[in-house]
């Protein structure tokens, strides 16, 4: 069993910065590949990034790349998602997720149904 806790969402506005952070229990975090999800009002949740159970693989979808970094801290049992350059259409609840197997092979890691834990979301608001 893993719980994850988000934290680091706010009001921004258009260029600005933030650092979300998905804090997870357990002794076995260091197992899991952790990504962000994201979901507008009266759309889709919809993958943002991923990183592998060590930290040597990530990938992101095409509108967030350049501008926003994944990492881990597995000590700290902890995921981030540095977010630069944030512009409106950003605006989302942003959802950490973990899968105790994730193959990134025909992107599955684009499918929530490939993610065991959900976090229950933080708030990210962009202001043009």
């Known amino acids: 069993q893993v719980q994850l806790v988000e934290s680091g969402g706010g009001l921004v506005q258009a260029g600005g910065s933030l650092r979300l952070s998905c804090a997870a229990s357990?002794?076995?975090?260091?197992?899991?590949?952790m990504a962000w999800f994201r979901q507008a009002p009266g759309k889709e949740r919809e993958f943002v990034a991923t990183?592998?159970?060590?930290?040597?693989?990530?990938y992101y979808r095409d509108s967030v790349k350049g501008r926003f970094t994944i990492s881990r801290d597995n000590a700290k049992n902890t995921v981030y998602l540095q977010m630069n350059s944030l512009k409106p259409e950003d605006t989302a609840v942003y959802y950490c997720?973990?899968?105790?197997?994730?193959?990134?092979?025909?992107?599955?890691?684009?499918?929530?149904?490939?993610?065991?834990?959900w976090g229950q979301g933080t708030q990210v608001t962009v202001s043009s």
């Open positions: 997720a973990a899968a105790r197997f994730l193959v990134y092979s025909g992107r599955a890691y684009y499918n929530p149904l490939s993610y065991d834990y």
């Open positions: 357990g002794r076995t975090f260091s197992s899991y590949a």
């Open positions: 990183i592998s159970w060590i930290g040597d693989s990530t």
